[in-house]
Structure formats: structure tokens, C-alpha cells
């Protein structure tokens, strides 16, 4: 991997925000169908041939690395059912970034990790985020059309148990559909030694559905949790999404992440390489950078790494959600990963 000293410089954009964090979707595939993500027949997937090789993978990591990206977090679909998934992991982990190697790690439906776990951490997984919508198993079939909560379940453990930490629970409220647990959601994290991640739903639905109305805003959760728990915020936010709060002294915390009632976008330091290599320089960007193109017309390393600054240059100040002529991307939101 050789990018010249002139393109070997931190992805920076238009309002000074540094790029540090990769989002890598491995797959648009997934074994759980949830509402809020595509309809029970799925969605048509991308072509196998445009997904990016394990190699292909490997070199864009070393190529951002070298432009200041310190970490990669593989997501999907689901990215553990990539049959190359360790070896990714194991290959991203020894590269060197900034002044240690590349950070990993993964956002999962779980459902692998008993089979997994262990070998994620070998190969180099540092720190895990599971989604877990609901603990009631009759909710979770009419979320994610599967029966599989035991196994989401067993996966937490799995990874509490191959020593992945933090392992973190993201759960995405949904008003009258799962906003009665959010308070048995925290204790079964604070049980576990896990931590708890609420998020405001965001228009990504396949079927473009989503309902301002209906989605329960940050501040109410708050007050909700607020009313069982003492919560003190944590200072010191940077570029993460979620606001933190230590739940009754700790150590157990407790994350907001308010995309839509208080975007966080002004910090924002993520840039996203879909499974079929297309770059996008925000979750909701509307116009994507083919990199696949560039990776299979005999681009250099400098043409890869001249793509991502492009990239990062058009990036917007903000998601537009809340702006009259706000459009939601084509692309579904199993097909971008999270
Ligand atoms: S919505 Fe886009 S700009 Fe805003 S924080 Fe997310 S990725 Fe960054």
C-alpha cells in the first residue's frame, strides 16, 4: 500500500470535521426481517458480484488508515453472515493506524456469536453493539418475523464471555410497540454489565414509513428512565452519537442517540463503504462515491485515497431530516448498515 505524501493527509470537510471512523456494511443480507427495516419478504439483494472481496476490503482499510481513519465498524445486514467475517476482523485488526492498530469492532443481531465470539476476539474484535429491540418473546417474532430471542439472548452472553467490552445493547424505541420496556431494557443491561443504547428512529425504513408522530423522541426516554433512575450525564461526548449518562452512580451507563430531535451531525467524524463499495460521506447522503469502479478499473492507491477526500469534500453540514425538502435515501437502511 503506497499513497503519496500529498493525498496521505486526514479526511477533513468543508467545516473542518476529521474523519476517524469507518463504518464497513459487510453484507445487505440478514437473518432478521424487522419491521422498521425491510418488509417480511426482504428486499432485493445487491449483486453478488459487486460485493467487495475480502482483499478489496482489506486494502481500502490500509488506504484510510493512512488518511487518518484510527476505527473500523463492521455492520451489515447482518455481518457475521459473511463466511470471510473473521477474516476480515483478523486482517483489519493488524493494521496500523495512527499510533496503534486499527480498532474493530461490529454491530450484530447476535444471532452467531455463541458460534463466533471466540474466535471475533482472536482475530482481533475489541467491542460489540447487539441490537435488542424488546425481552418479550411474543414481540420479538411480530419485530423481526423470527423466533430467535433466545438466541440474540445467548449471543449477548457469548460475547460478555469471549471478554468483548463494552458490549453494548442498541434498542430503537417505537411508540406502542416496545416504549413500555424501556426501563426493563436498562435493568436487563445493568444485570448483564452491559450498556444500554436507546435510539430515536430514523427515516431508513425500506418502506419509507417512518412517522415523526410516532417516534419517540430522546428528551421523553429521558424523562421516562428519568422517573426510575438517577441518571447523571457523562462529559467529554467528542464525535459519538450517543449522550451518556451513568445510571444511579454507575457503573452501568445508559445512551440517547437523538438523530433526528437533536442531530449530532456538527461532530460528525463517520464515513461509510457499503458491501458493494460505494462510499458515503453521511447515513442519510443521497449521492454515493463508486469506489467499486475504481478498485476493478486498476485504480492506485492514490486514486482510492483521491476518492475518499472527494468524498468527504461534498459532505454536507447536517442530515436535512428536519428540513422542508428532506428526502430519504433510496438506499435501505440493511443495505448502508448502521
Ligand atoms: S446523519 Fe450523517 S452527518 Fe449526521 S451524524 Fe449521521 S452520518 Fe454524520
Redesign the pocket.
Known amino acids: 500500500m503506497s499513497v503519496s505524501a500529498e493525498l496521505a493527509r486526514p479526511l477533513v470537510d468543508r467545516y473542518g470535521r476529521v474523519h476517524r471512523d469507518l463504518r464497513i456494511s459487510l453484507t445487505d443480507k440478514c437473518n432478521l426481517r424487522c419491521t422498521y427495516c425491510m418488509p417480511a419478504e426482504g428486499v432485493p439483494w445487491l449483486s453478488k458480484d459487486n460485493i467487495l472481496t475480502t482483499d478489496e476490503l482489506e486494502r481500502v482499510a490500509q488506504i484510510a488508515a493512512a488518511l487518518g481513519i484510527v476505527e473500523v465498524r463492521l455492520t451489515g445486514g447482518e455481518p457475521l453472515l459473511r463466511r470471510d467475517a473473521v477474516d476480515v476482523v483478523r486482517r483489519m485488526a493488524r493494521i496500523v493506524a495512527g499510533d496503534g492498530p486499527l480498532e474493530v469492532s461490529m454491530t450484530t443481531n447476535g444471532l452467531r456469536l455463541p458460534a463466533l465470539a471466540e474466535e471475533l476476539v482472536a482475530a482481533g474484535l475489541t467491542r460489540v453493539n447487539v441490537s435488542l429491540d424488546t425481552l418479550r418473546p411474543d414481540r420479538f417474532l411480530a419485530l423481526t418475523r423470527r423466533n430467535r430471542l433466545d438466541d440474540v439472548l445467548d449471543g449477548i452472553r457469548a460475547a460478555l464471555a469471549a471478554g468483548l467490552a463494552p458490549v453494548k445493547l442498541n434498542a430503537v424505541a417505537m411508540r406502542d410497540v416496545n416504549d413500555d420496556e424501556l426501563v426493563d431494557l436498562l435493568r436487563f443491561a445493568q444485570d448483564h454489565g452491559c450498556e444500554m443504547r436507546f435510539i430515536e428512529q430514523m427515516p431508513l425504513d425500506a418502506g419509507h414509513v417512518w412517522s415523526r408522530v410516532k417516534m419517540v423522541r430522546g428528551e421523553e426516554i429521558l424523562d421516562r428512565l428519568g422517573e426510575v433512575f438517577t441518571l447523571t450525564e457523562i462529559s467529554g461526548r467528542g464525535a459519538a452519537?450517543a449522550e451518556t449518562f451513568l445510571v444511579d452512580g454507575g457503573p452501568t451507563t445508559v445512551g440517547v442517540i437523538r438523530?433526528v430531535s437533536l442531530?449530532?451531525?456538527g461532530a460528525?467524524d463517520?464515513v461509510r463503504l457499503t458491501a458493494d463499495g460505494q462510499l458515503r460521506n453521511?447515513?442519510?447522503a443521497r449521492e454515493e462515491s463508486d469506489l467499486l469502479a475504481v478498485l476493478r478499473g486498476g485504480g492506485s492507491d492514490d486514486d482510492v485515497a483521491r476518492l475518499l477526500h472527494t468524498c468527504i469534500a461534498g459532505k454536507l453540514p447536517?442530515?436535512g431530516i428536519n428540513d422542508p425538502g428532506f428526502l430519504q435515501p433510496d438506499r435501505p437502511m440493511s443495505a448502508i448498515g448502521g
Open positions: 452519537p438523530s442531530p449530532f451531525c460528525c463517520r453521511c447515513l442519510f447536517g442530515h
